[in-house]
């Protein structure tokens, strides 16, 4: 239910900013919990970021805070994620996602594995 283009990843050198980008093949109006996961080279899917669009709460795991910011634009039908002062450890494929219904206080990074609609992902590149 969520769709991602292939561009928006770079490549970027050490330091600079990209934004990656998703959009809803349904209304994600629909999507209280929306968030982003990412799979770095030879570790396991984890979540980076979420945003509660009920009560504007976003949430983002320790090693991209204060460096990546999430966003929706409910007009545009899409979901961002903003990226800044990026390092090269933060190359590899980046997912959004989403859940239906309100799930509350589960709407934190560590959930996002679990949610149930998905992008086909955006690859990030950031070179030294």
């Known amino acids: 239910q969520m769709q991602q283009g292939g561009s928006g990843g770079g490549p970027v050198q050490a330091g600079g900013s990209l934004r990656v980008a998703c959009s809803g093949r349904?209304?994600?109006?629909?999507?209280?919990?929306m968030g982003w996961s990412r799979q770095l080279s030879g570790q396991e899917r984890a979540g980076v970021a979420t945003?509660?669009?009920?009560?504007?709460?976003?949430e983002y795991a320790d090693d991209v805070k204060g460096r990546f910011t999430i966003a929706r634009d409910d007009a545009k039908n899409a979901l961002y994620l903003v990226m800044t002062n990026l390092k090269p450890e933060d190359t590899g494929m980046y997912f959004c996602?989403?859940?239906?219904?309100?799930?509350?206080?589960?709407?934190?990074?560590?959930?996002?594995?679990?949610?149930?609609?998905w992008g086909q992902g955006t690859q990030v590149t950031v070179s030294p």
């Open positions: 945003l509660e669009y009920s009560s504007g709460r976003t």
């Open positions: 996602a989403a859940q239906a219904g309100n799930i509350g206080a589960y709407c934190v990074p560590g959930i996002v594995a679990h949610f149930g609609s």
């Open positions: 349904v209304n994600i109006a629909t999507f209280d919990c």
